[in-house]
């Protein structure tokens, strides 16, 4: 897993960040936010929507929000694409 900055968190830019940093093809999971829709004919995007379900089998965001949390505690830091 990698981290970066992203200028903005609009749908353009995540795609452009994606398409730059996981190669075509890669499982790609994320929660059911707008700005991720349109990411599956590239990749095999999985979306969990956090209204309905957190986890659906192996499909979760648990992973790289726990990573986030953490870094955060340890750094003060903040992810570096949040939209929240």
């Keep these: 897993m990698g981290g970066g900055c ?3 968190v609009q749908k353009a830019t ?3 960040e994606v398409r730059r940093t996981v190669e075509p093809g890669a499982r790609l999971y994320t929660d059911a ?3 991720y829709s349109g990411l599956s004919g590239d990749y095999q995007h999985e979306v969990i929507d ?3 379900e957190y986890v659906r089998g192996q499909v ?3 992973g790289v929000e726990n990573f986030w ?3 955060k505690r340890i750094t003060g ?3 570096p694409c949040y939209h929240g």
């Design 60 to 62: 979760h965001t648990n």
């Design 14 to 16: 995540l795609h452009e």
């Design 77 to 79: 830091a903040s992810p």
């Design 6 to 8: 992203c200028p903005n």
């Design 33 to 35: 936010w707008a700005g």
């Design 50 to 52: 956090h209204a309905i």
């Design 69 to 71: 949390s953490l870094l």
